[in-house]
């Protein structure tokens, strides 16, 4: 089945304790991305990643970093959460792009709901 | 960055009944899609529609890339159907940009 999984689906965590929330995808995709979810803020994006090696900052890249050793894989890291990161967080692939634009439908994973203490 | 807003941000219908929804953009866009996020959080995409008019069964879309707005109409709606609609788009560099969404409640 295709599909995007992310793990854990659940945390709950202290500051400053460093944790990667992963996310793989059986779609062969290329770009893939990290969102996060606020009330009354909608959806943003953290990072994205065109390919393999190529990752790009979205709305909200502090505090945050990944990384794309394989095409499969986009964890996302928090080196030191902070409170301000209690979210609910995305991570979402699709076949595209052409380098001048994106061209396909967005696949999103289950969500991580992140609470740190 | 492209601004994408979404009217209205509250909507009641009862069941049967037909509504549109809205989303406006900022500049021009390669990519424009819809999205249902269910009352469980589960993001489901609804339409790839850059520009053009297509339909999934109740729901359809269209979008004028050359006015920058873009719909989706429920017809007959069913409580199914509630939920979180956000439209989202991309620009050239393949940033994505969604809407505040749009809530809408179908009672019986």
């Known amino acids: 089945e295709a599909q995007v999984t992310q793990n854990p689906r659940y945390l709950i965590t202290v500051t400053g304790k460093k944790l990667t929330v992963t996310c793989s995808q059986n779609?062969?995709?290329?770009?893939m991305s990290w969102y996060r979810q606020d009330p009354g803020l909608g959806l943003r994006q953290i990072y994205y990643?065109?390919?393999?090696?190529?990752?790009d900052k979205g709305d909200v890249p502090e505090g945050y970093k990944v990384s794309r050793k394989e095409k499969r894989n986009f964890p996302l890291i928090l080196e030191s959460p902070s409170p301000n990161q209690t979210s609910l967080y995305f991570c979402?692939?699709?076949?595209?792009?052409?380098?001048?634009?994106?061209?396909?439908?967005?696949?999103f994973g289950p969500g991580t709901r992140l609470l740190v203490l | 960055g492209i601004q994408v807003e979404q009217s209205p941000p509250d909507l009641i219908l009862q069941e049967g009944a037909n509504s549109t929804l809205r989303c406006n953009f900022s500049?021009?866009?390669?990519?424009l899609q819809w999205f249902h996020q269910n009352p469980w959080g589960q993001l489901i995409n609804l339409f790839y529609?850059?520009?053009g008019t297509k339909q999934n069964g109740r729901l359809s879309a269209t979008t004028v890339a050359t006015e920058r707005y873009s719909l989706l109409y429920i017809s007959s709606s069913q409580t199914t159907d509630s939920g979180v609609y956000f439209c989202?788009?991309?620009?050239?560099?393949?940033?994505?940009?969604f809407g505040a969404g749009t809530q809408v409640v179908v009672t019986p």
């Open positions: 500049d021009s866009v390669n990519n």
């Open positions: 529609i850059p520009s």
């Open positions: 989202a788009v991309t620009d050239s560099w393949g940033k994505f940009q």
């Open positions: 990643s065109m390919n393999v090696e190529v990752t």
């Open positions: 779609m062969n995709h290329e770009y």
């Open positions: 979402a692939s699709s076949l595209g792009p052409e380098r001048a634009g994106y061209q396909e439908t967005q696949y």
